[in-house]
């Protein structure tokens, strides 16, 4: 179960929402969903469409979705800031893209260059996401918190830190390739439920870790020049250990498996999932 809030602007705090006069704002809506930009960006909307093309002019610049539904749109992103200076948060948004409050169906998300903590960030959001391709992200490519969504296709190439990250919620993938990940191809944490039919990664610290008290179910799983295939264990001390329960494995890292006392990585028949 994933809560809804009522109150689009709850995640953030006071302190965030007096922040946003320092920065220009322009808001657009779509049906029942706002759009807020901070900074400066040049937004297109065919409404007909259903395109959103979104180009940002400086590093500061963070573009919210607000509540409502959004169904088989695409949003293409990319970063045109001559600076490209990377700054970690403005306004309390970690993502170049935020979605918060959202039911998303279908939707389609390209994303170039980006220069925020997140490329896409999605919080408090449940839906199908139908493809994601994201290119050469300063750190995390994709960001879920306290979300329920199913991921169809997600290619990832080049990001500075993880290339998926979920916390909080129940996540699902159905193929995924990732290519150079500094740190963790995926990352599932605080409490998190997690499912991947089909997932081949390269060149990345760790292939998927699951930690926190987190569970994670992978059906097949090709890994390519990691140091560590898969890793469970427990980072905060408020959780438990974690577990991954995985069917195929063809992996070439310098080491298959990490598994911290507490924590569980176990080889089984997952073909009924």
């Given amino acids: 179960n994933v809560f809804i809030s009522n109150d689009i602007y ?7 929402k007096k922040k946003e006069n320092n920065l220009k704002i322009k808001r657009f809506v779509i049906n029942d969903v706002t759009i807020k930009n901070y900074g400066n960006s040049k937004i297109e909307i065919d409404k007909n469409k259903k395109i959103i093309k979104i180009n940002d002019l400086n590093s ?22 001559p600076e490209k200076k990377f700054i970690k948060k403005i306004n309390g948004f970690t993502g170049c893209l935020t979605f918060v409050d959202m039911i998303i169906k279908d939707i389609n998300l390209i994303l170039k260059n980006t220069m925020c903590e997140d490329s896409v960030n999605f919080i408090r959001s449940i839906g199908s996401i139908y493809n994601i391709d994201i290119i050469d992200s300063y750190s995390d490519a994709f960001d879920a918190d306290f979300s329920n969504l199913f991921i169809k296709k997600v290619t990832v190439r080049n990001a500075k830190n993880d290339c998926l990250d979920f916390s909080f919620g129940e996540y699902k993938i159905e193929n995924a390739t990732l290519d150079n990940c500094e740190d963790k191809g995926v990352s599932f944490g605080e409490n998190s439920d ?11 610290n760790i292939g998927i870790a699951s ?6 179910k992978v059906r097949k799983i090709s890994n ?32 298959d498996i990490y598994v911290e006392l507490g924590s569980k990585i176990e080889n089984i028949n997952l073909n009924d999932l």
């Avoid at 997690?194 to 990345?204: A, H, L, V, Y």
């Fill in 10 to 16: 709850g995640y953030f705090t006071s302190t965030n």
């Fill in 194 to 204: 997690g499912f991947i039919r089909d997932i081949t990664i390269e060149n990345s």
């Fill in 224 to 255: 390519r020049i990691s140091k560590i295939c898969l890793a469970a264990y427990r980072k905060k001390q408020e959780f438990y250990g974690s577990i991954i329960l995985y069917d195929k494995m063809d992996c070439n890292a310098e080491k």
């Fill in 211 to 216: 930690k926190d008290s987190s569970i994670v």
């Fill in 60 to 81: 500061q610049s963070r573009t919210v979705f607000f509540g409502g539904t959004l169904k088989k749109w695409k949003i293409e992103y990319n970063n045109l800031s």
